[in-house]
């Protein structure tokens, strides 16, 4: 928690050398997007360690040795959680700490609220620890904070008959949080899935060339690839 006495940090000190840090909210944000791609696994700890550098400190950090890149991204993560306490529209059960707001999802209601309070966050470029703190202090009337009181509730096992028709009448694609792991789950079987149907076809193809030799001599009719309703290629006589 920052101090009333503590200036906002501006900087980080590693190896005896100050480098200054871009404070912009947009920055901060991009960067944490860096550093959760990779611990997920979809970018490699490099390019997260490049992609901080070049956000925050405007400075290629994968050219330094590696004991003065880690040290640069445990103070830039430090600067990241110092500012990022959890807001007072996300508190919830010590038992459950998944996110009750997601930035990405939730822009445009984020960008209403911030509106409410003067700041447009369209052309005011305000520093992320600006940005954390109005976070924490969004208007109660405002619509995220509503939406965020039904996401929790449902969560609870405590929406009322109002509040699941409130919920309806909304949308639940806006109530329920997007599932980024199972999104990515779902993308990766897909193209899997997709190079089985595309080998299958080919083979069916290869099958039919054969086929189609015997037939032709027979019935003079030949053979077609179609579809049938779940997109699975079968065989069919044509005449």
Sequence with gaps: MTRLTERTQTSITVDGTEYPLNTSFRNALVTWDALQAA?????????????SGMNMLGVDITDFDEDIINAMLVEIVGYLHKYSRVSTVEKQSARDTRPLLDLEQDATMLFDAF?????DLDTQDITYPRFMSLLRELP???????????RQQRRAGKLTKEERAECRRRGWEIINLRNRQAEKAAADNSEHFKNIREMQLAKIEECTRDISKFVDGVCNADICIVRDTADRPRCKLRY
């Design 39 to 51: 611990h997920d696994g979809d970018i490699s700890p490099l390019a997260a360690a490049y992609a």
């Design 140 to 150: 109660k009337n405002a619509q995220i904070c509503r939406i965020i009181y039904l």
């Design 115 to 119: 509106q409410s309070m003067g700041v």
